[in-house]
């Protein structure tokens, strides 16, 4: 599994775009990209996932330079409910490691 | 949307008893996990199960563990004699094929268990 490094915590406000960058510079060619949502008290969701390029669906966008050595993921105009932790994943594996994650507070 | 279901939400029980922790994965679904997390601490892996066997566990699902697909919907994760540090929310997940990382895992809302 590739080791991913993504900030510990961040803080925004309601209506920002919020974008959390993971690091993951020893990603093999056949890895893909995905990130994961959790609650509080809650089991992880997923948000996302990506080879190359740019993803989109209707919750999250994922970027993905060129290098594949970094993925950014964009949480268009956040709300409260939105404060969560946020995991990137990379590999390819028969089980998820998580790291710590990206603990995400959004304030009103 | 189909999901994963969890039974209990929550069970107390007194170190050095059994606990059995029920999951109903999505139907069409053919592989199951048990993660768990710690207060405050990150998500673990526990264990993999895939027609009819175990096919990954971590070093923390030792001999005092076990997990069984009894019937065609039920997966349960067994406990059989609970310590302190056995406390913690316990997530099951499921995912239509392995290679978990690209193929979406589903998880059920938690099992909270609080050994005494």
């Known amino acids: 599994l590739a080791k991913t490094t993504q900030p510990i915590s961040m803080d925004s406000y309601e209506g920002q775009e919020v974008n959390i960058t993971c690091s993951h510079n020893?990603?093999?060619?056949?890895?893909?990209i995905t990130w994961y949502q959790q609650f509080p008290s809650q089991g992880p969701r997923f948000i996302i996932q990506?080879?190359?390029t740019k993803v989109t669906n209707e919750v999250a966008s994922l970027f993905i330079p060129a290098d594949r050595k970094s993925s950014t993921l964009s949480l268009p105009r956040v709300s409260l409910s939105d404060t969560a932790v946020y995991y990137c994943?990379?590999?390819?594996?028969?089980?998820?490691?998580f790291g710590k994650g990206t603990r995400l507070h959004i304030l009103p | 949307e189909p999901e994963v279901t969890q039974t209990p939400s929550h069970q107390v029980t007194q170190m050095g008893q059994e606990v059995i922790l029920r999951c109903v994965p999505i139907?069409?679904?053919?592989?199951f996990y048990w993660y768990r997390q710690i207060l405050g601490q990150k998500v673990e892996f526990l264990v993999s199960?895939?027609?009819?066997?175990?096919?990954?566990k971590s070093e923390i699902f030792d001999d005092q563990f076990s997990v069984e697909r009894p019937d065609g919907s039920n997966f349960t994760l067994k406990i059989r004699s609970t310590k302190l540090e056995d406390s913690a929310m316990y997530f099951c997940?499921?995912?239509?094929?392995?290679?978990?990382?690209?193929?979406?895992?589903?998880f059920g809302p938690g099992t909270r268990l609080l050994v005494l």
């Open positions: 997940a499921s995912s239509l094929q392995g290679l978990a990382i690209q193929e979406t895992q589903y």
């Open positions: 020893n990603i093999a060619t056949n890895d893909y």
């Open positions: 990506g080879y190359k």
């Open positions: 994943l990379v590999g390819r594996d028969d089980k998820i490691i």
């Open positions: 139907s069409n679904h053919l592989y």
């Open positions: 199960f895939y027609n009819n066997e175990i096919s990954e």
